[in-house]
C-alpha cells in the first residue's frame, strides 16, 4: 500500500490524541487506592453460609487475632513478661482484648455480667424466686464456700445468693481453656507463655494492623534483651507480611521485566530511540490497564500489577512486528504494515481478549481484577501501536542489530520443524495417557494460593492448638433479617446442642446468647422477678433455719428490684461496653443487612460428628452446620469447575473468532491444533514433574490458548507464501519476549503469580514451536 508519509500536522494530532488517553488514564489513577490484601483471592460464595464464613476470614475476629507465645527463661521469668506485655498492650489503645490467663484482664467484663445477672442467667424463672427454689438455689450456693470455688462466692453472696454469676460465668468457660501456670496461660508441655490479642481496627486495615504487630514488638523488645524469645502468628500477620511481600515481587518483577525487555530490544534494534518507542504501547498498556481496575473495582491489587509486568513482554510485541515489518521508504512503512501486519495483530488482539474475558465472569475478585487488567492493558498497547508509533517511527527501527542472526535462525528452525510434526501428536498421546492415569491431578486447597512459609503455618497450628483457638472447626450458622430474629434462633440451636453436650457428643460449644439472649428471653426472666416485698417474704421462709438471715440478704432484694426496672440489651447498647469484643466475635451484620449468629462447636476427640449435630439441628430455619475445613474445599471444588468452565467458554470464543476469520474449516482445525497440543503437553509436563493444579493455573491455560492463537494465525496467514527474515525476527522477538516475562513471574515467590507463569511461559514457547511444526505448508524460501 502506498500513500503519501504523515504531514506534521497528522502527526501532531495523532501524538496529541495518545497524550490525551494517557493523561486520563494518570489521572484516574492518581484518585486510585492499592492494596495487598488477599482476601481478593478467596471466593465470594454462592450461599449465605458461605458469605457469612467468607466475611469472618476477610474482616471478623478472625482477621483481627494475634497468638503470641514466649519462650526462654523459667516459667518465673515467662509468666512474668507475659502480665508486662499483656498490660502494655491494653493501655496501648490498639487492642480490642488482651487475653493472658489473668482473672484482672476480666474485671470490667465480669462487672457488666454481674450487673445484669438476672437477664443473662439461664436459671431464672418465676419458680426459682419461690421459697422452694431459693432454698435450694441458698443451699447450693452456701455449698461452694468449702469448695476452691468459695472464695469468688463469698464477696457476692449478700448480693447474689443464688448464684446467677456463677451460672453465667460456667456457661462462658470453653470446654478447652489454655493450661494456666502461675496465674497466666502456659502451653500444655511447658515452656512457653500464651497470649491472645485482638486489634481494635478492621481486618482490612492493613496499616492498623502493621502499627499494633510493631506495638507488640516495640513492647517485647526490653524482654528480648532478658533472653526472652517472642512467637507472634495469625492472620494480621500474615496478611502484613504477604503485603509487604507483594509490594517487594511488584518492585521486582517491574525492574526486572524491564531490563529484561530493554536489553532484548536493544540487541534486537541497536537504537536507543527504538527502544524508547517500543516502550510506548507498554507503558500505554500499564496505565490503561491500572485505570480500568479502579474504575471497575475502586482500587488495584498488588498481585494485579505484579501480573502487569507479564503486559510488558505481550505488549511490547505490538511494538516489535511494527518496528521491524514497517522498514520502507520515504515515510510510508506504515501504510504498508497496515495493510499486511496489522490485520494479524488485530485478529491476535480480538482473540486474546476474548481468552482474558472468560476471567471477568471469576468467582474470584483477584482473578477479575485480573482480567480487566490484561484486556484493558491489551487494548491500550495496540491503540498506541496502532496511534503513536506511525507519528513517531512511520518508518520502524533502521538500526540492524542482532536482527538478521535472530531472522537467519528461525527461518532455519522454521524449515527444520515441520521434519518433527509426527512428533507432537505422539507427545500428546503420552501426555494424555499420562493425565488419564494421574489421580487427583486437580488441587482442591485454597491454601494453593497462599504465599505463607510452611513454617510460618506451623507455628500458627501450633499457637492454635495450645489456646484451643477454632481447634474443631465445627461452625453453626444462624441468619435472619434481623438481630431478634437471629438470637431468637440461636437460643433454640443452643438448647438443641446442649443436649449434644449432656450425651458428649460435643465437648462444648460458644454462643452470642449466654452474653446476649433475645429481647424476648430478657424481658420474660425479667418479668420472672418478684416484687420486693413478695422476695422479702420468700426469702423469710426460704432461710429458715439455715445458715443465712433474711435480713442479710437485703442487697439481694435491691438488686432485684433494680434489675426488675432495667431494660432489655440489643447490640447497639452493647457498643463500647466490655463485652462488645465477645458480642462481636459472634454476632454480625453483612454488607446486605443480614445478621449472622456463629456458635463455634468443640469436639470431643479429633473430629466432630457432624451427622449427630446437623441431625439435633434438623428443622430450624436458617441454622446450617459449617465444617470450616470442608466446607473451604467444597467451594474452591466449586469455583475450579466454574473456572473450568469459563476456560472452555474462553477457548470456544477464541475458536469462533478463528472460525469467522477463516471461513474454511480445515484452516480452523490446523490453526486450532497448534493451540490444543501446547495445552496439553503443557498440563502434562506440569503432572510430569508431579505439580498439583489449581484454578490459576487453569487461567494459565486459558493464557496459552489467548497468546498462542497468535503464532498459529501467522503461520496460517502465511498461506504458503515464504516470510522474509524481518517478519519471522519480529515472531521469534515476539515470543521470546513473552516467554521470558512469564518465566520472570514463575520465579515469583507468590503463588498466585508463579502459578501462571509456570503454565505460560513453556506453554507460549510450544505453540510457537508447534504451530511452526505444523504450518500447513512450509515456507518456499527455506
Given at each position: ?373 490484561s484486556i484493558a492493558g491489551l487494548l491500550g498497547a495496540a491503540l498506541a501501536t496502532r496511534l503513536a508509533l506511525p507519528a513517531l517511527m512511520p518508518d520502524g527501527a533502521r538500526g540492524m542489530g542482532a536482527r538478521r542472526q535472530l531472522g537467519r535462525a528461525a527461518r532455519a528452525g522454521v524449515a527444520w520443524l515441520p521434519r ?326 514463575a520465579l515469583s515467590d507468590i503463588p498466585a503469580l508463579s502459578a501462571i507463569g509456570r503454565v505460560v511461559a513453556p506453554g507460549a514457547l510450544l505453540a510457537l514451536l508447534i504451530a511452526a511444526a505444523c504450518a500447513p505448508k512450509p515456507p518456499a524460501r527455506l
Amino acid at each position: 500500500m502506498t500513500g503519501a508519509p504523515l504531514s506534521t500536522r497528522q502527526r501532531a494530532a495523532r501524538l496529541l490524541l495518545w497524550a490525551a488517553l494517557v493523561l486520563a488514564a494518570l489521572l484516574q489513577i492518581t484518585r486510585t487506592s492499592f492494596t495487598a490484601d488477599l482476601s481478593a483471592f478467596l471466593p465470594e460464595g454462592t450461599e449465605p453460609r458461605q458469605r457469612a464464613l467468607i466475611e469472618q476470614l476477610r474482616s471478623g475476629v478472625p482477621a483481627r487475632t494475634l497468638m503470641l507465645g514466649i519462650e526462654g527463661g523459667d516459667a518465673t521469668q515467662r509468666a512474668a513478661a507475659s502480665r508486662r506485655l499483656a498490660a502494655a498492650l491494653r493501655a496501648s489503645g490498639l487492642f480490642e482484648q488482651v487475653s493472658n490467663g489473668e482473672n484482672d484482664a476480666w474485671s470490667e467484663a465480669g462487672q457488666w455480667l454481674f450487673e445484669r445477672r438476672y437477664a443473662l442467667s439461664p436459671a431464672v424463672t418465676p419458680e426459682r424466686f419461690g421459697p422452694a427454689g431459693l432454698r435450694d438455689a441458698i443451699d447450693e450456693t452456701v455449698s461452694l464456700l468449702g469448695t476452691p470455688a468459695g472464695a469468688a462466692v463469698r464477696p457476692l453472696l449478700d448480693r447474689d445468693p443464688t448464684g446467677e454469676t456463677l451460672r453465667i460465668a460456667e456457661g462462658l468457660i470453653p470446654a478447652r481453656a489454655p493450661r494456666s501456670e502461675q496465674g497466666v496461660w502456659v502451653a500444655r508441655q511447658g515452656g512457653r507463655a500464651l497470649l491472645l490479642a485482638i486489634v481494635r481496627a478492621p481486618g482490612a486495615d492493613l496499616d492498623a494492623q502493621a502499627l499494633a504487630i510493631e506495638r507488640i514488638r516495640h513492647e517485647f523488645a526490653p524482654l528480648a534483651r532478658e533472653g526472652l524469645t517472642l512467637l507472634l502468628s495469625g492472620t494480621p500477620r500474615f496478611a502484613v507480611d504477604s503485603r509487604a511481600q507483594i509490594e517487594r515481587e511488584v518492585h521486582w518483577l517491574a525492574a526486572a521485566g524491564t531490563l529484561l525487555m530493554g536489553a532484548l530490544l536493544v540487541v534486537a534494534f541497536a537504537s536507543p530511540a527504538a527502544l524508547l518507542v517500543a516502550l510506548i504501547p507498554v507503558a500505554s498498556g500499564v496505565l490503561a490497564g491500572i485505570a480500568a481496575v479502579s474504575l471497575a473495582f475502586g482500587q488495584v491489587h498488588g498481585v494485579t500489577l505484579g501480573f502487569g509486568s507479564t503486559l510488558i513482554g505481550e505488549a511490547v510485541d505490538y511494538a516489535i512486528y511494527y518496528l521491524i515489518q514497517t522498514r520502507g521508504q520515504g515515510g510510508t512503512g506504515w501504510r504498508r504494515w497496515l495493510a499486511s501486519g496489522w490485520p494479524t495483530v488485530r485478529l491476535g488482539l480480538l482473540t486474546s481478549v476474548c481468552g482474558f474475558a472468560a476471567l471477568l465472569f471469576s468467582g474470584f475478585p483477584g482473578l477479575a481484577q485480573l482480567g480487566v487488567f490484561s484486556i484493558a492493558g491489551l487494548l491500550g498497547a495496540a491503540l498506541a501501536t496502532r496511534l503513536a508509533l506511525p507519528a513517531l517511527m512511520p518508518d520502524g527501527a533502521r538500526g540492524m542489530g542482532a536482527r538478521r542472526q535472530l531472522g537467519r535462525a528461525a527461518r532455519a528452525g522454521v524449515a527444520w520443524l515441520p521434519r518433527t510434526r509426527w512428533l507432537w501428536p505422539a507427545l500428546g498421546v503420552a501426555a494424555a495417557v499420562l493425565l488419564w492415569q494421574r489421580p487427583g491431578l486437580w488441587e482442591a486447597e485454597l491454601s494453593s494460593l497462599s504465599p505463607i512459609p510452611p513454617q510460618e503455618l506451623a507455628l500458627e497450628a501450633s499457637l492454635r492448638a495450645e489456646l484451643a483457638s477454632g481447634e474443631g472447626g465445627g461452625l453453626v450458622v444462624v441468619q435472619g433479617g434481623d438481630a431478634e430474629t437471629v438470637l431468637q434462633r440461636a437460643e433454640t440451636a443452643a438448647a438443641r446442642l446442649e443436649t449434644l453436650v449432656d450425651r458428649r457428643v460435643l465437648a462444648g460449644f460458644d454462643s452470642i446468647t449466654r452474653v446476649l439472649p433475645s429481647v424476648a428471653t430478657q424481658r420474660a426472666r425479667l418479668a420472672s422477678l418478684p416484687e420486693p416485698a413478695a422476695l422479702r417474704t420468700a426469702l423469710a421462709d426460704a432461710t429458715r433455719g439455715g445458715p443465712l438471715r433474711a435480713e442479710r440478704l437485703e442487697p439481694f432484694v435491691a438488686a432485684v428490684a433494680a434489675a426488675r426496672q432495667g431494660l432489655p440489651e440489643t447490640p447497639q447498647s452493647l457498643r463500647g461496653t466490655p463485652v462488645a469484643p465477645l458480642v462481636d466475635a459472634l454476632l454480625t451484620q453483612g454488607s446486605d443487612g443480614t445478621w449472622t449468629a456463629l456458635l463455634p462447636l468443640q469436639p470431643v476427640g479429633a473430629a466432630l460428628d457432624t451427622a449427630a449435630v446437623q441431625q439435633a439441628l434438623a428443622g430450624l430455619p436458617d441454622t446450617q452446620l459449617l465444617d470450616i475445613g470442608s466446607e473451604l474445599r467444597r467451594m474452591y471444588t466449586l469455583y475450579l469447575h466454574e473456572a473450568g468452565v469459563q476456560a472452555l467458554l474462553g477457548g470456544l470464543g477464541v475458536l469462533l473468532l478463528i472460525a469467522a476469520a477463516l471461513r474454511d474449516p480445515r484452516r480452523v482445525l490446523a490453526t486450532c491444533e497448534p493451540l490444543a497440543l501446547a495445552v496439553l503437553l503443557t498440563v502434562g509436563g506440569l503432572a510430569a514433574l508431579g505439580q498439583p493444579l489449581g484454578i490459576l493455573h487453569l487461567v494459565g491455560l486459558l493464557l496459552v490458548v489467548a497468546v498462542g492463537s497468535n503464532y498459529a494465525l501467522f503461520f496460517d496467514l502465511l498461506r504458503g507464501r515464504p516470510a522474509d527474515d524481518d517478519t519471522l525476527a519480529s515472531l521469534a522477538l515476539a515470543n521470546l519476549t513473552t516467554v521470558l516475562s512469564f518465566a520472570l513471574l514463575a520465579l515469583s515467590d507468590i503463588p498466585a503469580l508463579s502459578a501462571i507463569g509456570r503454565v505460560v511461559a513453556p506453554g507460549a514457547l510450544l505453540a510457537l514451536l508447534i504451530a511452526a511444526a505444523c504450518a500447513p505448508k512450509p515456507p518456499a524460501r527455506l
